[in-house]
């Protein structure tokens, strides 16, 4: 990723730009119709939000080609089909409009407008864009105004010095604003130490969630600073509970928040989909109970004693993940296969089943994979904590941690944390029956975006354009896409925090569910990168649902912390066809580092790695139970589709502890040549690897590549075939 020197003519067609303006301003404000005798066009876009589909650097924001200095300027990713949006404030009749661009100007291009942000009409169009200045007669009403670049003239992106939009204030068909802020609805329940009959809240609640794995039931309990007494909180399926303070120690329980697996037989394998954040407990019997598997997030916690990841009886569990938290007395993961634990701080860690990861963890113990299967970094090369809500006084806020770099223990051990506290009236408030067009509008409006507890329906991309926008979920919030959409596409921009929120494919088949960044997005972002957190995919089990890929990073520098992406093994509309889903997450930005992945069961490449440079600190995954036979998973000669791809074409990769267990439970004779596959060369670098057969269901020949042992001589014992460091 790198950005390119502008070419010589760039400086003269700078000059020749700024000449012109002059005239062809007066001419155009001379030919461009009035909206009425008594008002001539004014300049309304200086200064108005903006947003734009790319950037191509971090000096050439959006927000540059309304500034009115000529100076200044936008410029895009270097790939067609980009744009920049700006939006009015409120309804204005449109005279015209003014592009003065730099030398990288769009040979085909369109004007349109919108009353919502969402639905576009095209004012003006051609297929033959000279540069320089250029001036344009428009005639509409409309808030928002963008120019959609189709083709270039160069092989750079799209640069304006200034987008200038000329109209009259006031006209009619502009939408109503969207207001910021507002209640949390019916499903956050928001308590205080006073608050009668908490208890009893909590467990009409764990009654409901208990077993509800596929439910629609969403839940999030808010704790307001202070001291909780004698609180045993049982946490079910989708329910998030989580302190409103702006550090862990702000709300203490002196009792529990517990994870057990009784509804199930003592087996944690499916405690799926839940969170505890943001607070402080004092376990009564000086230990918490915390038996989970995937997607169920364990942040900022502070356990004033030692932590249990087993369930009662110590029945299997199967995943897990700690962020920025302390434990001060020791973890037990016991029966847990697997767990990665990330910026914290523990007393201790007292065994291994197949693949404990750490990075940037105080107390952990020693790196000594293979056995005991420990896999430790000193530090997480880029980290940037989940965003959370908090009140100030009597005021909702979000806090947006800030980034760091080799982090290691928490963010907030040494007092208040780095980051950026947002009001809740920046964001739009986002409720069952928020309709996808309602959610773009509030969004091209400026407003970030708080989903609360419950199900969404989207007929249409939900479109995250704006640099530094929060797209935060409370409870579990689940989004459906509708007639086959992706559900969320995230712009080539800076900084957009994607955190705590489901996504559930629906039963047309999407081509993916979660785009960040556009196809050729190439924008440095490594100063502000975008993070996706506590975000996972679900491709069936609560229904039918088909997406040929689930998750698309295009933009460099991305950071995905902890995701479960899961084509259902279990459930309902679970078949090989019925729910297919070829490829999980598929990586083509350059920087990309994913701490915390667990992918499982695709139809074919679970995770597949185009770009350059990428790193993975922990990776999980388990191949799809239900291949038919041989032939279904036979990839050309190859048996079987990798549970971690990295492309041919990349030279320099890097990745820590994964594990790939199969379980062809219908035909237990298949065979996988391999769980990894990389391009043999310098840069690429695997370390502490592991492919386990689940009672001999099936077989891995290798573990990466050619190299690794086969599974076989195991037979139905599960012990992991492993491989230390590659190559």
């Known amino acids: 990723m790198s950005v390119a020197a502008s070419p010589p003519t760039r400086t003269v067609r ?5 000449a012109a303006v002059g005239a062809l301003l007066a001419g155009l404000l001379t030919l461009a119709p009035h909206a009425s005798a008594a008002a001539d066009p004014v300049l309304l876009s200086q200064g108005k939000p903006v947003t734009a589909s790319s950037q191509e650097h971090y000096g050439t924001p959006a927000k540059d080609a309304v500034d009115g200095d000529n100076g200044t300027r936008w410029s895009s990713a270097a790939s067609d089909q980009q744009w920049l949006q700006v939006d009015l404030g409120a309804s204005a009749a449109i005279g015209a409009v003014e592009l003065r661009w730099e030398a990288a100007y ?3 291009y369109r004007i349109e407008l919108s009353a919502n942000g969402t639905d576009w009409s095209t004012a003006y169009s051609t297929t033959d864009g000279h540069g320089g200045t250029e001036t344009l007669n428009i005639t509409g009403t409309a808030r928002y105004v963008r120019m959609q670049g189709v083709s270039r003239a160069t092989g750079y992106g799209y640069s304006l010095w200034e987008f200038k939009v000329f109209g009259t204030a006031g006209g009619d068909g502009g939408g109503p604003t969207l207001p910021g802020g507002g209640d949390l609805g019916p499903n956050v329940h928001v308590i205080d130490p006073g608050t009668p009959g908490i208890q009893d809240k909590l467990d009409q609640v764990f009654r409901e969630q208990e077993s509800a794995q596929f439910g629609s039931g969403r839940h999030a309990f808010l704790f307001k600073p202070g001291t909780y007494d004698n609180i045993n909180a049982q946490i079910g399926f989708y329910t998030q509970i989580a302190g409103l303070g702006l550090k862990p120690d702000d709300t203490t329980f002196n009792g529990d928040v517990t994870v057990d697996a009784g509804w199930f037989g003592g087996n944690a394998t499916q405690n799926f989909w839940r969170s505890a954040e943001n607070l402080a407990v004092k376990p009564v019997n000086g230990t918490n109970r915390w038996a989970v598997s995937q997607a169920a997030s364990f942040r900022r916690m502070h356990v004033k004693g030692g932590l249990n990841l087993a369930p009662a009886g110590y029945g299997w569990a199967s995943g897990g993940y700690i962020a920025d938290s302390k434990i001060d007395g020791t973890v037990g993961p016991y029966s847990q296969q697997q767990w990665y634990t990330r ?12 693949n404990m990861t750490f990075s940037g963890v105080e107390g952990a113990p020693a790196n000594t994979f293979p056995e005991p299967r420990y896999t430790t970094l000193d530090t997480t090369p880029v980290s940037r904590e989940k965003p959370f809500l908090y009140l100030d006084g009597n005021e909702y806020k979000v806090f947006a941690p800030a980034k760091r770099t080799n982090a290691r223990g928490t963010t907030w051990a040494n007092g208040t944390p780095q980051g950026e506290s947002v009001p809740l009236d920046r964001f739009y408030v986002v409720k069952p029956g928020a309709t996808a067009a309602t959610i773009n509008s509030a969004l091209a409006q400026g ?14 991309s939900i479109d995250v354009n704006r640099p530094g926008t929060i797209v935060l979920g409370l409870g579990l919030a689940t989004i459906i896409p509708d007639n086959g959409v992706t559900a969320m596409k995230v712009a080539d921009v800076d900084g957009v925090k994607l955190a705590g929120f489901l996504i559930d494919a629906g039963p047309v088949n999407s081509p993916t569910l979660l785009e960040v960044g556009p196809a050729g997005a190439s924008a440095d972002h490594a100063a502000n990168p975008t993070t996706v957190q506590d975000v996972y995919i679900r491709v069936g089990g609560a229904g039918a649902g088909k997406a040929t890929t689930s998750m698309v990073i295009n933009s460099d520098d991305t950071i995905v912390d902890h995701t479960w992406v899961w084509r259902a093994d279990h459930g309902e509309g679970v078949g090989w066809e019925t729910n297919r889903a070829d490829y999980g997450v598929r990586v083509t930005g350059d920087d990309v580092l994913a701490t915390g992945l667990f992918v499982e069961h695709f139809n074919k490449y679970d995770v597949e790695w185009y770009g350059e440079r ?8 388990e191949k799809a139970y239900d291949a038919p036979d041989q032939a279904a998973i036979q990839n050309g000669s190859t048996k079987g589709y990798a549970a971690y791809r990295v492309d041919d074409s990349v030279t320099t990769h890097e990745a820590w502890g994964l594990g790939s267990y199969c379980y062809y439970n219908v035909d237990p004779n298949i065979r996988q040549d391999h769980g990894f596959k990389a391009p043999v060369k310098p840069g690429v670098k695997f370390h502490s690897l592991l492919t386990v057969s689940l009672g001999g269901n099936g077989h891995y020949e290798h573990v990466i590549n050619d190299t690794g042992a086969s599974t076989v001589p195991a037979g139905t014992s599960t012990v992991p ?7």
Request: aromatic fraction near 14%.
């Open 14 to 18: 700078r000059a020749v730009a700024g």
């Open 343 to 354: 910026d914290s701080s523990i007393g201790g860690w007292t065994n291994s089943v197949w």
């Open 447 to 460: 407003l970030h975006l708080l989903f609360t507890p419950g199900i969404y329906h989207v007929d249409r």
């Open 614 to 621: 990428g790193k993975t600190v922990f990776y999980q995954n």
């Open 721 to 727: 075939s492993t491989v230390v460091s590659y190559p």
């Open 106 to 108: 769009a040979k085909a």
